[in-house]
T-cell receptor, first 114, second 111 residues
Framework: DTGVSQNPRHKITKRGQNVTFRCDPISEHNRLYWYRQTLGQGPEFLTYFQNEAQLEKSRLLSDRFSAERPKGSFSTLEIQRTEQGDSAMYLC????????????FGNGTRLTVT | QKEVEQNSGPLSVPEGAIASLNCTYSDRGSQSFFWYRQYSGKSPELIMFIYSNGDKEDGRFTAQLNKASQYVSLLIRDSQPSDSATYLCAVKAYSNYQLIWGAGTKLIIKP
């Protein structure tokens, strides 16, 4: 069990550029979540997949954000036309078993938009 | 609006003492409760989860749940400097998959 893997660990980009992050969940976990976290705050929900189906997307999420999980395994999160306010830690978590089971987080991708 | 409240701290505790972290939640339908530890610049790491009223112990950690008072706590016995971190409380309602997160309590263990 290699845990949840996220790449890259760090990303620095200029405002207006597009960025894509990848998450590889724990292999037997069918549920996958993306969160965003800024300093001093708890994780903020972005979106949720069960297998390949995207079941929920935060109403607070701009149309510049899109996520996919094409084969129900790894997932990608893309941010188009990045803004300085997008600077944050982007966390991926996977979950197996019952829906009340704990989430297991990856190491996160820290995005800095200059 | 479902909310989870935590004192932001910092909570300063001498090494070897008991650290007590508290969390209140607003949704009476909440069924599952989680404590995560987060070191600066790192991702959250699961410490404990609890589903039923009462106490649940795991090593130096004890989670306490009181659904009537909508209150969950985490006790850390024999606190170590390595316990210094931010502790996040997360609550899940029965009716949906989402976790509602508190903003975390920063814990400092003083040698």
């Amino acid at each position: 069990d290699t845990g949840v893997s996220q790449n890259p660990r760090h990303k620095i980009t200029k405002r207006g550029q597009n960025v894509t992050f990848r998450c590889d969940p724990i292999s037997e976990h069918n549920r996958l979540y993306w969160y965003r976290q800024t300093l001093g705050q708890g994780p903020e929900f972005l979106t949720y997949f069960q297998n390949e189906a995207q079941l929920e997307k935060s109403r607070l999420l701009s149309d510049r954000f899109s996520a996919e999980r094409p084969k129900g395994s790894f997932s990608t999160l893309e941010i188009q036309r990045t803004e300085q306010g997008d600077s944050a830690m982007y966390l991926c978590a996977s979950q197996g078993g019952q829906t009340n089971s704990p989430l297991h987080f990856g190491n996160g991708t820290r995005l800095t938009v200059t | 609006q479902k909310e989870v409240e935590q004192n932001s701290g910092p909570l300063s505790v001498p090494e070897g003492a008991i650290a007590s972290l508290n969390c209140t939640y607003s949704d009476r339908g909440s069924q599952s409760f989680f404590w995560y530890r987060q070191y600066s610049g790192k991702s959250p790491e699961l410490i404990m989860f609890i589903y039923s009223n009462g106490d649940k112990e795991d090593g130096r950690f004890t989670a306490q749940l009181n659904k009537a008072s909508q209150y969950v706590s985490l006790l850390i016995r024999d606190s170590q400097p390595s316990d210094s971190a931010t502790y996040l409380c997360a609550v899940k309602a029965y009716s949906n998959y989402q976790l509602i997160w508190g903003a975390g309590t920063k814990l400092i263990i003083k040698p």
